[in-house]
């Protein structure tokens, strides 16, 4: 059995998501985080690329396969967008490839800029979908702390009735619940009190990443975000033991990864490919065999092996 690093190795690919996708070899991914762009909400031309919603869906549409067919029987996806597009994404393109898990609602306590006719918005969907029922959660490794400190104090001692038993807290905490917070980025790395313009307009926060990681791939797992941005998933995943392949179609965002990697406390190998499929592919066998992954993909739950 091959050891796995305790930082597992990068693949960053300059390239448009879709053709990466395509190229990927069957069942090779077991977690998939999806950040695309969100149709119209960011000031940037990325996210200004469609002329209707329709031509967004159906732009999200034609690379769903290709990553379904790229995700192990074991694997996961998390899908963020808005709560109106989450809605059309998760009914339309998600339900009828993959198994519902949850769906999260990040609540903000800043967020994006308010209409004059609607409510400030202050939340982001997060759709989490599995391959199968073979797909870990790990809930253990994402429990958070208890609110009500005082209950939980006297519980601890005596336990409390539940449903005719004592039940006593978790010492490791309680269950995450599907509604989570967590401070945007921008506001974490506020100076003199101050939010700054960041590198990158859509930085998702370490800790939220972290929690996707956490619960739903294993050490070695190979994970994927196509939609890099400034290279968040691999900032987190690395060093978690989880070979990571990064995709982003903008080279000026490029940069941004490679020095967010670069200030790791202990830096990954970082290699670098470029779109074409021979070149992916190879990237690609280096990342499993870097995760101690033989190829073999778990069997779906209740299937016989054949023969
Ligand atoms: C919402 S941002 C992702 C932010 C990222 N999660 C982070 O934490 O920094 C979406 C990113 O997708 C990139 N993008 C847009 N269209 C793309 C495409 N067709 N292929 C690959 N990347 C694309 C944009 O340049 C942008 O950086």
Redesign the pocket.
Known sequence: MVAVPSVAPVGLVH????A?LEALPPRCIQLA?L????YRM?D?P??R?WESEEDYVQ?VGGWIDPLCAALRTDGSTYL?GTPRMAAKLGTMLLEPRLEHRSTITWVKRDGFSAPRTTYARSQEQILYYAASAAAPFHRDAIREPYRSTKRIRAATRTGIPKDGRRWFPNPKGRLATDVWEFTS?RHLEKVHGRTVRPP?????PTAL?GRIVAASSDVGGLVL?????????AVVAAPMSRPTVL????ER?LPLIRQRLAALPKPPEVLEVGPRRSELRSLIGELLEAGGDDGHTPPLPGATEAG
């Not at 995709?247 to 903008?250: F, T, W």
């Open positions: 390239a448009d998501a879709g990466v985080v950040d695309p762009p969100y960011v940037e990325w996210d690329q732009w963020f980025q990158h307009a859509t930085i998702k990443i975000d196509p939609f890099a941005g400034s290279g968040t998933t995709c982003e179609k903008e965002y």
